[in-house]
């Protein structure tokens, strides 16, 4: 797959793509879908598969070489997992580790792994399977996760999905390598900080990255498409808190226009990443 390279300040960030996703109709995304946005806005058809029925999510993890150090952004969907509630998780079997390997990153070369949240398809490369157990991927890195997230595991509510927190967080929190950050969000080694965006799930946080004046901002799911850029009132099918969803998607929109900022998508599908801009209609993008 294309490796996508981009530097902030003295940053340089790289997209290691894992899988991308296929089979989810626009309609079934979005609830409130009209052809119509394509009609207003026909670069966004290039989203779709070459059916032209389908959209393409993408997903992937960031590498952010910095100060010597390294990051990953979300650790994708992960190999050999039991993932019943999802076709497209379940027992997922990609290179993974070695596109990692491509671009120079070996799992004990990893400094510090940043999550946006804890859902199946961003922590799954937190372990991997060694001798029937889930033990942490990165063994030198400390794990930065949001409190909320957590805290939601340990409700009935969380039940349904509690393999994924067995399987690929459990492991790092018995390791001693987590690190949970605070709801109202913080910073963290000063050019690095986490912004509540709840919605899309209670704890969910995007991450911004600050270097010699530049601005990346790690969206995590408050977008799952350039469509709702378009379209920010439009929450996807998987937004489990309406309201909070939308004032989250508001919040980042305004945060990169304001900022310049450089966003660094969860799911957009080709580069990934890209720039939002005002124009006389609303918001606009431009892949990078």
């Given at each position: 797959m294309d490796v996508h390279t981009y530097q902030i300040g003295d940053a340089r960030i790289t997209k290691v793509t894992e899988t991308l996703l296929q089979g989810l109709t626009p309609s079934f995304l979005y609830a409130d879908w009209s052809d119509e946005v394509l009609h207003e806005q026909p670069q966004l058809r290039s989203l779709l598969d070459d059916t032209g029925t389908s959209v393409v999510l993408s997903v992937h993890t960031w590498v952010v070489e910095w100060?010597?150090?390294?990051?990953?952004?979300?650790t994708g969907i992960g190999n050999g997992k039991e993932r019943p509630f999802s076709k497209l998780f379940h027992q997922l079997e990609t290179p993974f580790l070695e596109?990692?390997?491509?671009?120079?990153?070996?799992p004990e070369g990893v400094d510090h792994v940043l999550l946006t949240h804890l859902h199946a398809d961003h922590v799954g490369w937190n372990t991997r399977l060694v001798d029937g157990s889930w033990l942490p991927t990165f063994g030198n890195a400390r794990y930065v996760m949001p409190q909320g997230d957590l805290d939601f595991f340990a409700t009935p509510a969380g039940d349904s999905r509690r393999m994924v927190y067995d399987d690929s967080v459990a492991p790092i929190i018995a390791a001693g390598q987590a690190v949970a950050m605070a709801t109202e969000g913080g910073s963290y080694l000063d050019a690095f900080r986490f912004h509540p965006t709840p919605g899309h799930c209670r704890g969910h946080m995007s991450i911004s990255f600050r270097s010699q004046g530049e601005t990346a901002l790690f969206t995590g799911d408050v977008?799952?498409?350039p469509i709702q850029l378009y379209r920010p009132e439009w929450n996807s099918a998987f937004c489990h808190e309406q309201v909070q969803a939308r004032q989250a998607r508001q919040w980042l929109l305004d945060y990169a226009a304001d900022h310049d900022a450089m966003l660094f998508t969860a799911h957009f599908p080709d580069t990934s990443a890209g720039r939002v801009s005002r124009g006389d209609q609303g918001f606009e993008w431009q892949f990078a």
């Open positions: 100060a010597d150090q390294v990051f990953l952004i979300d596109r990692l390997a491509a671009i120079g990153i070996a977008m799952h498409t």
